[in-house]
T-cell receptor, first 113, second 112 residues
Framework: GAVVSQHPSWVICKSGTSVKIECRSL??????MFWYRQFPKQSLMLMAT?????????EQGVEKDKFLINHASLTLSTLTVTSAHPEDSSFYIC?????????FGSGTRLTVV | QQQVKQSPQSLIVQKGGISIINCAYE??????FPWYQQFPGKGPALLIA?????SEKKEGRFTISFNKSAKQFSLHIMDSQPGDSATYFC???????????FGTGTSLTVIP
C-alpha cells in the first residue's frame, strides 16, 4: 500500500500562534487526502477533505478559517491551525484513500499551552 | 447520527482467547468494510477488510464475518496475544476512495 508521511509527530505551541502540519504521499499521487481529528480514547472525526488544486471540503462544524488546508500538489497536503487555543489540542491524522482502503499518516500530537 | 455502531467499547481477553468486536451499519450503499488497528500515539493501520460479496474473510489470526441481511460485521482475533492490545476501529464506505465512516472504537487488552 501507499506510504504516507506526516510531520511533525508532535508539536507544542503557544496560544495564539499558528501551526502547520504536513502530510506527504511518498509513492502515490493523491488527488484527495483526508484530515481527521481524534480526542483521547475517541474515534476519528473527519474534519475536511483536501482536494488537489481546489478548495477543501469541510465537515459541518469545522471552522475553515481556523483550519486552513492546502493541497498544492499530488503528494502534499497541509493543515494549518491558525491562532491556536488550548481547546485545539488534539491528535491530528491525515490519510489518503486508495484501492485497498485508507492509508493513514502516523499522526501529529498538538498541544497548545 | 452515527453511521457505524461499534461494540463493546472495551474488551479484556486472556492470552490465547478469542476477541470479538462487533459493528453494525445502516446505509445499504456501503460496500467496503475495513478494520483498523491503532496503537497509542500512532495512526490507524489497515488490518483486514471485506466486501459484501463474501460472508467471511480470514487473514492469519484475524477473521471478518459479514452478515449482509443483518447489516452487521465482526472482527474475530483468534489466539489473542498481548501484542494485540490496541484500539480497533471498524469502518464503512461506499468506495475505497471515498469518505469512511468509523465506529467509536474498541480498546482491547489481552492479559498474559
Amino acid at each position: 500500500g501507499a506510504v504516507v508521511s506526516q510531520h511533525p509527530s508532535w508539536v507544542i505551541c503557544k496560544s495564539g500562534t499558528s501551526v502547520k502540519i504536513e502530510c506527504r504521499s511518498l509513492d502515490f499521487q493523491a488527488t484527495t487526502m483526508f484530515w481527521y481529528r481524534q480526542f483521547p480514547k475517541q474515534s476519528l472525526m473527519l474534519m475536511a477533505t483536501s482536494n488537489e488544486g481546489s478548495k477543501a471540503t469541510y465537515e459541518q462544524g469545522v471552522e475553515k478559517d481556523k483550519f486552513l488546508i492546502n493541497h498544492a500538489s499530488l503528494t502534499l497536503s497541509t493543515l494549518t491551525v491558525t491562532s491556536a487555543h488550548p481547546e485545539d489540542s488534539s491528535f491530528y491524522i491525515c490519510s489518503l484513500g486508495q484501492f485497498d482502503g485508507y492509508t493513514f499518516g502516523s499522526g501529529t500530537r498538538l498541544t497548545v499551552v | 447520527q452515527q453511521q457505524v455502531k461499534q461494540s463493546p467499547q472495551s474488551l479484556i481477553v486472556q492470552k490465547g482467547g478469542i476477541s470479538i468486536i462487533n459493528c453494525a451499519y445502516e446505509n445499504t450503499a456501503f460496500d467496503y468494510f475495513p478494520w483498523y488497528q491503532q496503537f497509542p500515539g500512532k495512526g490507524p493501520a489497515l488490518l483486514i477488510a471485506i466486501r459484501p460479496d463474501v460472508s467471511e474473510k480470514k487473514e492469519g489470526r484475524f477473521t471478518i464475518s459479514f452478515n449482509k441481511s443483518a447489516k452487521q460485521f465482526s472482527l474475530h482475533i483468534m489466539d489473542s496475544q498481548p501484542g494485540d492490545s490496541a484500539t480497533y476501529f471498524c469502518a464503512a464506505s461506499r468506495d475505497t476512495g471515498n469518505q469512511f465512516y468509523f465506529g467509536t472504537g474498541t480498546s482491547l487488552t489481552v492479559i498474559p
